[in-house]
């Protein structure tokens, strides 16, 4: 009887662990996804439903884009990169790091000048003629490094545009990521910036006072890639523009 019982307890002490373990491994499955600086809030509510969906965790990395192509040219190999410059995600699939037929568009964004909240300035209309010098004063334009932040490059695009090049000489305060040039404007360190309408506004300390015209940069595009084979990458992949996340795009004014 004793080793009867003895077996009994062995059996349900093993079953317990198997249990436990197994519950442990699903729990702590996981994939890293890189992406860009400006997605940090809508990327992070996606993940969350991701993981409910799917009970698998996402790590991550956010920077501009450069800079995680940098990450994954110097052997970094995330399961999804999710670039907003199509030269950047071109790149990292020329340099062969992307899966075959596992690249592609999936949200767009809009620029636009943005003051602290508490400037007098008020919905200035953007064209041609706009004295961007005087509105700047002795101050400087925040935007991201047009040389490794697609929001600095998309800026320096429509500064050019709208010939507003020898105004800003020697005026542009450069960022090292979109949600930098944004706190520069947040703290009223700069009377104006430019940046994605996304994060302009999601912030409170600052406000909308001129939108650039499509027709004044190239299109700013949202690139995901896949670069790990493993199948939990893919199913973020296409998960990102399943009917299930569009109303998250949607909430933080991501366009298709």
Same mark, same amino acid.
């Given at each position: 009887?004793?080793?009867?019982?003895?077996?009994?307890?062995?059996?349900?002490?093993?079953?317990?662990?198997?249990?436990?373990?197994?519950? +442990?491994?699903?729990?702590? $499955?996981?994939?890293?996804?890189?992406?860009?600086?400006?997605?940090?809030?809508?990327?992070?509510?996606?993940?969350?439903?991701? =993981?409910?969906?799917?009970?698998?965790?996402? =790590?991550? %990395?956010?920077?501009?884009?450069?800079?995680?192509? $940098?990450?994954?040219?110097?052997?970094? =190999?995330?399961?999804?990169?999710?670039?907003?410059?199509?030269?950047? +995600?071109?790149?990292?699939? +020329?340099?062969?790091?992307?899966?075959? %037929?596992?690249?592609?568009?999936?949200?767009?964004?809009?620029?636009?000048?943005?003051?602290?909240?508490?400037?007098?300035?008020?919905?200035?209309?953007?064209?041609?003629?706009?004295?961007?010098?005087?509105?700047?004063?002795?101050? =400087?334009?925040?935007?991201?490094?047009?040389?490794?932040?697609?929001?600095?490059?998309?800026?320096?695009?429509?500064?050019?545009?709208?010939?507003?090049?020898?105004?800003?000489?020697?005026?542009?305060?450069?960022?090292?990521?979109? $949600?930098?040039?944004?706190?520069v404007v947040e703290l009223g360190e700069v009377p104006l910036g430019?940046?994605?309408?996304?994060?302009?506004?999601?912030?409170?300390?600052?406000?909308?006072?001129?939108?650039?015209?499509?027709?004044?940069?190239?299109?700013?595009?949202?690139? +995901?890639?896949?670069?790990?084979?493993?199948?939990?990458?893919?199913?973020?992949?296409?998960?990102?523009?399943?009917?299930?996340?569009?109303?998250?795009?949607?909430?933080?004014?991501?366009?298709?």
């Amino acid at each position: 009887m004793k080793k009867f019982t003895l077996i009994i307890i062995v059996l349900s002490l093993w079953a317990f662990t198997n249990c436990t373990l197994n519950k +442990a491994t699903n729990t702590n $499955r996981s994939i890293t996804v890189y992406a860009a600086a400006s997605l940090t809030d809508v990327i992070t509510e996606i993940s969350d439903s991701f =993981r409910i969906d799917y009970g698998i965790d996402v =790590r991550l %990395n956010l920077a501009s884009s450069g800079t995680l192509a $940098r990450q994954i040219e110097q052997g970094e =190999r995330p399961n999804v990169y999710l670039s907003a410059s199509k030269k950047w +995600a071109d790149y990292v699939e +020329a340099s062969g790091f992307t899966l075959p %037929n596992y690249k592609k568009e999936i949200m767009h964004n809009e620029l636009v000048l943005i003051a602290p909240k508490s400037s007098a300035l008020e919905n200035i209309e953007i064209h041609p003629k706009t004295d961007i010098s005087s509105l700047l004063g002795d101050d =400087r334009l925040s935007i991201g490094d047009p040389a490794h932040v697609p929001a600095g490059k998309y800026a320096q695009g429509a500064i050019d545009f709208y010939g507003w090049t020898k105004q800003v000489e020697g005026k542009l305060l450069p960022a090292k990521d979109v $949600r930098s040039a944004l706190m520069v404007v947040e703290l009223g360190e700069v009377p104006l910036g430019i940046v994605y309408r996304t994060d302009a506004l999601k912030s409170k300390k600052v406000k909308i006072v001129g939108s650039f015209g499509e027709e004044s940069h190239k299109p700013i595009q949202y690139i +995901a890639s896949v670069i790990a084979e493993e199948a939990a990458g893919k199913d973020f992949y296409n998960y990102l523009t399943s009917e299930k996340v569009k109303p998250i795009w949607s909430k933080f004014g991501f366009k298709e």
